[in-house]
């Protein structure tokens, strides 16, 4: 799941360099900023065909919490 | 409220106003868009209009047109097809096409019509409702 949400951030982000792992957070990866949250977010939900609640988005401390609702938004 | 499908129709006038205020605001006076002879020498009928004044109704539209207020823009794409002209009567027509509720952003896909049926530019623009 990590490489397909890699290669979601380096579409999103335009940088084909970007590496993240479950503890990788905003302030790690440059130009991850509020617009572009809600562009990931939207890739997201279009690489993976799921919708997030808003809530579960505004509880992410990682990607790891962002894989984990993924997940279990896929074995719903 | 703003619904997957929802469409809009809305009419704009190319007008001499919107043409002299356009140049007075941001000075692209290139003879393309300001010089008729300039312009029927590279084989349009008259002075094309600058293609950001369709930007503009643009706004315009997710500003005004809407049935909310608390709207942003946070992208677009425009491809312009067709050259506009002065007094040109054009139709925005746009549907909203993606609904993303966790983010609170909506995708519309529109393009614009010229009173010969003609689409002179057409894009998407992605709006997100502040809270």
Not at chain 2, 59 to 86: A, D, M, R, W
Not at chain 2, 92 to 113: M, R
Request: with cysteine; proline share 2%; glycine share 6%.
């Amino acid at each position: 799941m990590i490489s397909e949400i890699t290669s979601v951030f380096r579409d999103v982000l335009d940088n084909d360099k970007i590496v993240i792992n479950e503890k990788t957070v905003a302030d790690d990866i440059d130009d991850w900023d509020s617009l572009t949250h809600i562009e990931l977010v939207i890739g997201i939900e279009k690489r993976f065909k799921i919708k997030f609640k808003t809530s579960e988005i505004n509880s992410w401390a990682n990607v790891g919490e962002m894989c984990n609702a993924i997940d279990r938004l896929l074995n719903k | 409220m703003i619904l997957l499908g929802n469409c809009y129709s809305i009419p704009f006038m190319v007008s001499t106003a919107v043409y002299e205020g356009f140049i007075a605001t941001f000075n692209d006076k290139n003879p393309l868009h300001t010089d008729e002879d300039f312009a029927i020498s590279k084989g349009f009928k008259g002075k094309v209009m600058h293609g950001n004044i369709l930007n503009g109704f643009l706004s315009y539209f997710i500003g005004e047109c809407l049935p909310v207020k608390n709207c942003i823009i946070h992208s677009q794409t425009i491809k312009f097809s067709h050259p506009v002209f002065l007094n040109d009567e054009l139709v925005l027509n746009a549907e909203v096409t993606e609904v993303y509720e966790s983010v609170n952003a909506y995708v519309f896909k529109f393009y614009f019509q010229n009173s010969d049926g003609k689409k002179v530019a057409k894009g998407d623009i992605r709006i997100g409702l502040l809270l």
